[in-house]
């Protein structure tokens, strides 16, 4: 087993910046991929990016990539996502996630509660 639980959301304007935390517990977080995936209101749940356990690799979804970050700590046994320059579109909730490295949401199964991000213009 192994806990998730994100930080870091709010209310921001266009164009400003939010860094997200993943704090995790249980099992050993450095072995894991982690991933941040976002839901819209009315939509799926989107694969946002994904980073490998040691780091090393990083993939991103078209929509955020030059914008958004993901690294991670692995003696903090923590994870991140910097958001620069947000748009309205990026609204959502945000979700951590561990497991292996994968882009589809649903090949995941350790997820966080998930945090709200809302972008207003």
């Known amino acids: 087993q192994v806990q998730l639980v994100e930080s870091g959301g709010g209310l921001v304007q266009a164009g400003g910046s939010l860094r997200l935390s993943c704090a995790a517990s249980?099992?050993?977080?450095?072995?894991?991929?982690m991933a941040w995936l976002r839901q819209a209101p009315g939509k799926e749940r989107e694969f946002v990016a994904v980073i490998s356990s040691s780091g090393g690799n990083i993939r991103y979804a078209e929509s955020v990539k030059g914008r958004f970050t993901i690294s991670r700590d692995n003696a903090k046994n923590t994870g991140y996502l910097q958001m620069n320059s947000l748009n309205r579109e990026d609204t959502a909730v945000y979700y951590c996630?561990?497991?292996?490295?994968?882009?589809?949401?649903?090949?995941?199964?350790?997820w966080g509660q998930g945090t709200q991000v809302t972008v207003s213009s």
């Open positions: 996630a561990v497991g292996n490295y994968y882009t589809d949401p649903t090949a995941y199964v350790y």
């Open positions: 249980g099992r050993t977080f450095s072995s894991l991929a």
